[in-house]
Structure formats: structure tokens, C-alpha cells
């Protein structure tokens, strides 16, 4: 229920790009120390990174969040307006061409 809330709202705004990270327990961090002492983090992983959730709690764990940001991802994108507002980005054919390959290759990675 909250993700939804916070999805509807992250669409409701007037804005061209978004990005939906998990929360990331970064060596150093007090996060990761909790993580660790807590037995949170995901031993399958190499490494943490923002694009990818790497901890499960007893209330969530990796691979739901993970189906919940490329949710977020597929709701956002999808929406007509949003392809509409990319076309105006470019300031010429170079940067059309680039914004097109780059607008591909996201929408290649949110299959699946």
C-alpha cells in the first residue's frame, strides 16, 4: 500500500527521468554495520550497489523489493507523457540519436 502511494505520487509529478533505488548498506555505513549484526545481507551478491536491493529482513526480502523498484520502473516509463517530454530534451540530431540508444537500452533492461 505505501509503495503504491509513493509510486502514484512519483507519477503524479511533472518530471522526465525518475530513479527507484533499495536502501543500500554501504561498507562504512551505519546501515551495514546493522546489516551485518542483524544478518541482513544477501551472501549470494558480489558487493552492494543501489540498483540492486541486497539485504532480506524478516518483513521484506531482496527479490520482492527488487520486483517492486523494476515495478516502479515499468509505471513510470510506460506512461505516454513520458515520450512526449523526452523528445524535447535534445539539442540537436547527435544528442536525439544518443537519448534514442540510451532510451532503448533502458527499455531493453526493464523486459522481463
Known amino acids: 500500500m505505501l509503495f ?9 509529478l511533472p518530471l522526465t527521468f525518475a530513479h527507484f533505488y533499495a536502501a543500500t548498506p554501504f561498507p562504512g555505513s551505519d546501515f551495514y554495520e546493522e546489516a551485518v549484526q542483524m544478518g541482513w545481507l544477501d551472501t549470494e551478491l558480489e558487493g552492494v550497489n543501489m540498483d540492486e536491493c541486497c539485504i532480506n529482513t524478516e518483513l521484506l526480502d531482496s527479490v520482492t523489493v527488487n520486483r517492486y523498484i523494476q515495478k516502479a520502473y515499468k509505471t513510470f516509463y510506460r506512461r505516454p ?32
Not at 503504491?4 to 503524479?12: H, K
Not at 539539442?91 to 522481463?112: C, D, I, T, V
Open 4 to 12: 503504491q502511494y509513493r509510486l502514484d505520487y512519483a507519477c503524479s
Open 81 to 112: 507523457g513520458i515520450l512526449m517530454r523526452g523528445l524535447f530534451i535534445p539539442s540537436g540530431p547527435k544528442e536525439f540519436l544518443n537519448l534514442l540508444k540510451s532510451g532503448y537500452q533502458f527499455y531493453r533492461g526493464m523486459q522481463g
